[in-house]
């Protein structure tokens, strides 16, 4: 009996260390928008650091419209990209040019990820519209179209497109 319980915790150990890091911190793309965590209310709010070339600098997870498909797109620190379907399969690559990724650069930065709602769905709905999932220095927000704040109206044009 007291092997059944030794087992039984060391299961319980495993399982417990493989969900925490589930989470990764691999910086590739998912296909779950809720794969980032948000930081609490009480850690202090700073801008977050330019990624590196490597590091993920935003990801916008598109779903919804008349088909109910979804879409990803992955922006790198060097501005490489790559969009995914909703099977999280690549369906395109590019790379944005300087002034296409200062353009998204910027429309990061004057969007204020730390202090936008987590959820903004509180205009009128459009019907057969799009959610956007934005995960960005480690907050991520969600909004949809006749909702999207004009900070993030900046960050969705200014990302390559979700569909090729």
Do not use: N
């Amino acid at each position: 009996m007291r092997g059944l319980r030794v087992v039984g915790a060391a299961l319980v150990s495993v399982v417990v260390l493989c969900a925490c890091g589930a989470g990764g911190g691999s910086g590739e793309a998912s296909a779950s928008p809720t794969a980032s965590a948000t930081p609490s209310a009480s850690a202090p709010q700073s801008p977050s650091p330019s990624p590196s070339p490597a590091e993920s600098l935003v990801r916008m997870t598109r779903t919804g419209g008349f088909a109910g498909r979804t879409s990803s797109v992955l922006v790198k620190g060097d501005g490489s990209w790559t969009r995914l379907d909703g099977d999280a399969k690549p369906t395109g690559s590019g790379k944005l040019s300087p002034e296409e990724l200062e353009r998204l650069r910027s429309a990061l930065a004057a969007a204020d990820f730390a202090h936008l709602p987590r959820v903004s769905k509180s205009g009128t709905p459009v019907y057969d519209g799009f959610e956007y999932t934005i995960v960005q220095g480690g907050f991520e927000v969600v909004t949809a179209d006749g909702s999207v704040p004009p900070a993030l109206q900046d960050v969705l044009s200014a990302l390559p497109p979700s569909e090729g």
